[in-house]
């Protein structure tokens, strides 16, 4: 049986080349690094979603982030819920469907809006709590790459009310609390989390952790088969 990915890699020959061949060049300017067998091939994908090589050291990982987010893959239809729709737009819908993952976001929806009016918060806030009433942050990979006041609310919605998702991307972009967001999700031990220290971040970053972990799972899926 081959272990070849096919539904993760590029459509064309042409593509799967330039994307390897990029890897290569990642691989070869970096050298060594501290990250481990599993949790390189996401750093990489960062690095090559926008050519930053700063994401070798700003991205932290909690222990089981990276087996808790193949085994979520794997699991079949895990919810994938964000913080903008640029996630989910930027997400390959045929790998996400080979898995059967649904991608979510709220901040847009008319009651979000009024809430977040109502309540003198963000509509990334009120977008997180909607998730929660509807119940799909409890076993979902949730991807924050925009607005730190989703990540805080988040956090606040572990600690508080005891929300399990089963992994966290908090990779929100800004100077105005991102990098305070990431840090205090890093001091979350019951959840696991990938995060980017400091300001840099954003969506496409979740995009490329994400399509990482969707790499893994399909090369974890075909050695078992």
């Known amino acids: 049986m081959s272990t070849v990915n096919t539904v993760t890699e590029q459509l064309t020959r ?7 061949d990029s890897f290569a060049i990642i691989d070869a300017e970096i050298g060594s690094h501290a990250y481990t067998a599993a949790q390189w091939p996401i750093v990489r994908r960062m690095i090559h979603a926008n050519a930053d090589f700063d994401f070798n050291g700003l991205t932290a990982f909690h222990a089981n982030a990276v087996e808790a987010g193949i085994a979520a893959m794997l699991a079949g239809a895990t919810p994938v819920v964000a913080d903008v729709e640029m996630i989910c737009s930027g997400l390959s819908q045929p790998r996400l469907a080979h898995f059967g993952v649904k991608t979510h976001q709220f901040i847009s929806d008319a009651d979000v809006i009024d809430a977040a009016k109502a309540e003198d918060t963000t509509r990334a806030v009120q977008a997180m709590r909607k998730a929660h009433r509807l119940g799909l942050l409890d076993g979902a990979i949730v991807g924050i790459g925009n ?3 989703a990540l805080i609310e988040l956090v606040r919605l572990i600690r508080e009310e005891n929300v399990r998702p089963a992994l966290v991307v908090g990779m929100p ?8 967001s990431k840090d205090l999700m890093a001091e979350v031990s019951e959840v696991p989390w990938i995060v980017i220290r400091g300001r840099k971040g954003g969506s496409t970053l979740v995009v490329a952790a994400l399509h990482a972990l969707l790499a893994l799972a399909e090369a974890r899926q075909k050695a078992a088969a």
Do not use: R
Not at 14 to 20: D, F, M, N, V
Not at 173 to 180: D, K, L, N, T
């Open 147 to 149: 607005a730190p006041t």
């Open 173 to 180: 972009v800004g100077f105005v609390s991102a990098a305070e």
């Open 14 to 20: 042409a593509g799967q080349a330039i994307e390897h």
